[in-house]
């Protein structure tokens, strides 16, 4: 517990109670372990305190494996109380962290832990965080605030905690297609710690980037798939909000997969490869340069972008893209490229020469064509095969974005003001030396722009 007192200022609060979320994993027989370290604690400072406390000893959970919600009746519960009478609201944070390490044990990959909060005050419920795994918090892990205002006589607001493994979470019989192995998941564990602080500064959620980019979205400037798939369709003037600043390049959104997550892809050309004598995409040159050299001028991708994506690189049969089928050919991937059928659909609301991820230049799709050919982007826009080992063609890389992905406040979407990405890393200041910045960074130089290597 943290204390700080200030003669000038009053007095200041900071709370540090912490709980572990302790959780073992087994194929027969598993639990899930809640328990409060500390015991009760109340922080009294003159007329402000803090209480936090915990409503429930404990839960157990059999045979927990990967699922796509938590169960209803299987929660934390904590409670803050305060009572408030100076002029200025107490502000305080809710944070999960790593907890306690079991040298014996695997712990749980991060990104496999999602979350939901319920906020209860009164009779009102309401879920302030969803679906969320400890890894997609990459802003302090801080996954709530709120206020005791000035000049409260009490407030008791209540929380449920819920936690579970994510449904993607794969296990099997080997290692291969698998994130673990039945016999490695008898021997998983996941320890989380949950903070509560607070005092008199103001604390502020991560803007999430997914609701800034719904809020503009509308018919005329979207297509929603039947699989839920929401694609931007148009030209560079409806399409005006959808750019993003990520490790020195500038990135389009291109559509929000039914899970939440962003598909991007670069605005420009990163390079020009020859794609290989092969059609497959796992077979060419720019699958590995992709997924080894490009990768790694991705700062922080690891808490950024989803690993081991899955691309559709289903071969098309007839010159009209049509989606490709879910059971086709899957390619997995740090990094791809987009397909022909979701270049098509960022045209539907516009003209092929004036939609916006028409560029004027000739570039690569993941698309293979009638066994001997490669689908890719004319300078017009329009869509043409080519035989894969032919020439060198432009690369523009995606990426998907996790679905809880914060961004820096001040952007706007526009070309000139793109979405920052909370955990990039900071922009360069004049003067600052290129040694410092990211390989594959925008350099400009006499007001133009170079692609550092």
Do not use: C
């Amino acid at each position: 517990m943290e204390q700080t007192k200030s003669k000038k200022k009053g007095i200041i609060i900071g709370v540090v109670v912490s709980l572990l979320l302790i959780v073992t994993l087994g194929i027969t027989y598993a639990y899930w372990l809640y328990s409060n370290t500390l015991g009760n604690e109340t922080l009294v400072a003159g007329d402000i305190y803090m209480k936090y406390s915990e409503t429930s000893d404990g839960i157990t959970l059999e045979n927990a494996m990967p699922s796509k919600e938590p169960d209803e009746t299987k929660h934390f519960d904590f409670t803050i109380e305060g009572k408030n009478k100076y002029s200025k609201p107490i502000w305080y944070e809710i944070v999960l962290s790593q907890g306690l390490e079991d040298s014996s044990k695997t712990r749980l990959k991060d990104e496999f832990l999602r979350f939901r909060l319920v906020e209860i005050q009164g009779e009102e419920r309401k879920v302030v965080l969803d679906n969320a795994s400890y890894s997609d918090l990459v802003t302090g892990k801080r996954i709530w605030v709120n206020t005791i205002n000035a000049n409260t006589p009490n407030v008791e607001i209540k929380y449920e905690l819920y936690m579970w493994i994510g449904f993607e979470t794969r296990i099997g019989n080997t290692k291969e297609g698998n994130d673990y192995t039945m016999d490695e998941w008898n021997d998983v564990y996941a320890s989380v710690k949950v903070s509560v602080n607070g005092d008199f500064e103001e604390k502020k959620l991560p803007i999430k980037l997914i609701d800034m980019v719904k809020k503009d979205i509308s018919k005329e400037n979207s297509i929603t798939d039947t699989d839920g798939t929401i694609y931007l369709s148009g030209s560079n003037d409806t399409i005006n909000f959808n750019y993003v600043w990520y490790s020195g390049k500038l990135w389009r959104i291109v559509a929000i997969n039914p899970d939440g997550t962003i598909k991007l892809v670069t605005q420009d050309e990163i390079t020009a490869i020859t794609w290989n004598s092969d059609t497959t995409y796992k077979n060419s040159w720019i699958y590995q340069w992709l997924n080894e050299d490009f990768k790694e001028t991705l700062y922080n991708y690891e808490n950024i972008i989803v690993q081991n994506a899955d691309w559709n690189a289903t071969a098309a049969e007839n010159s009209t893209p049509v989606r490709p089928d879910s059971n086709g050919t899957i390619v997995n991937g740090d990094v791809g490229l987009l397909n022909a059928y979701e270049y098509s659909q960022a045209y539907k609301n516009a003209s092929t020469s004036t939609n916006y991820l028409n560029i004027g230049y000739y570039w690569w799709l993941i698309t293979p064509y009638s066994g001997s050919n490669v689908r890719r982007v004319n300078s017009n826009g329009s869509l043409y095969n080519v035989a894969p080992g032919s020439l060198a063609l432009g690369v523009r890389p995606s990426i998907n974005l996790k679905s809880n992905i914060g961004i820096v406040a001040g952007g706007d979407g526009s070309e000139t003001n793109p979405y920052r990405i909370n955990g990039d890393k900071n922009p360069g200041n004049s003067g600052e030396l290129i040694n410092t910045r990211i390989s594959g960074e925008y350099v400009e130089v006499d007001n133009k722009k170079y692609d550092s290597v």
